[in-house]
């Protein structure tokens, strides 16, 4: 059987990195080995949510105990644009672990590029702003498995559809990671939080109901006052014998 090359795309949102980034830094020099040890001054970092294991647009999916295996697969890989292999890499990838986020298990891939570089002004806002927003992986597998029968799908008889799908079985490489016009997978995105807890912090931030302007009102008053009430967003806290929460202004 013969090795099959194939593209995943995703989807992609962007914010701004902040510090703490040193032990990203050491990854970078242990996995990639750049000839001149990077710093923390030298890189801009980004994390890409590239690929999880649901069914994309092709009808093709990854397995989840695959995944773990396959996001090592991700290190020292390029970031290109468009899978254009003509030209040189914009960024690259220098670590991938598996998360779990929104009942899905992803592929979280990092990637670095050099702020002294000729278009690294150019990426970073392009990124940030939103305009660079999707991102795709090309890779090789071996075989794609028919979720109804378990062969080829190829050449099983069965047909991609609502009910049937196929599996990536054998992914051997990833050739290279791209930013793209369109992905192929929902609900996929670039951060700049990188560790678990910036993401659950990042949830929090984005919810409408955590932010605005508050006062802390005590819950006996609450109890008594249903507008008040219905204002509440959760917190509560205790000064002395009385307990409050935080209630939107």
């Not at 080995?33 to 949510?49: C, E, G, N, T, W």
């Not at 204002?231 to 307990?243: P, Q």
Request: proline residues 4%.
């Amino acid at each position: 059987m013969g090795i099959i090359e194939a593209i995943q795309t995703a989807e992609l949102s962007a914010s701004i990195i902040n510090g703490g980034l040193q032990k990203y830094i050491d990854l970078i020099n242990d996995n990639i080995h750049p000839p001149v040890p990077v710093a923390a001054d030298d890189v801009l970092i980004r994390a890409m949510y590239i690929i999880n294991d649901s069914i994309n647009s092709y009808g093709g999916k990854f397995d989840r105990v695959d995944l773990p295996r396959i996001a090592a697969l991700f290190i020292d890989s390029p970031v290109l644009i468009g899978h254009d292999k003509s030209g040189l890499p914009v960024a690259r990838n220098f670590w991938a672990e598996t998360v779990e986020k929104d009942d899905k298990l992803w592929i979280k891939s990092y990637f670095y590029w050099l702020k002294k570089s000729d278009t690294a002004d150019r990426l970073k806002l392009n990124i940030d702003s939103g305009i660079h927003k999707e991102c795709s992986v090309s890779f090789t597998y071996n075989l794609p498995e028919c979720s109804a029968c378990g062969q080829d799908i190829r050449y099983c008889g069965h047909q991609v559809s609502q009910d049937v799908h196929f599996i990536y079985r054998g992914v051997e490489k990833i050739l290279e990671t791209s930013l793209v016009y369109r992905g192929s997978i929902p609900d996929t995105h670039l951060t700049d939080r990188l560790s678990a807890a910036q993401d659950s912090q990042a949830k929090d931030d984005s919810n409408p109901r955590r932010t605005g302007q508050f006062t802390l009102t005590p819950y006996v008053y609450a109890a008594a006052n249903s507008a008040r009430r219905g204002r509440a967003i959760g917190f509560k806290a205790r000064i002395g014998d009385t307990e409050f929460f935080l209630a939107r202004d």
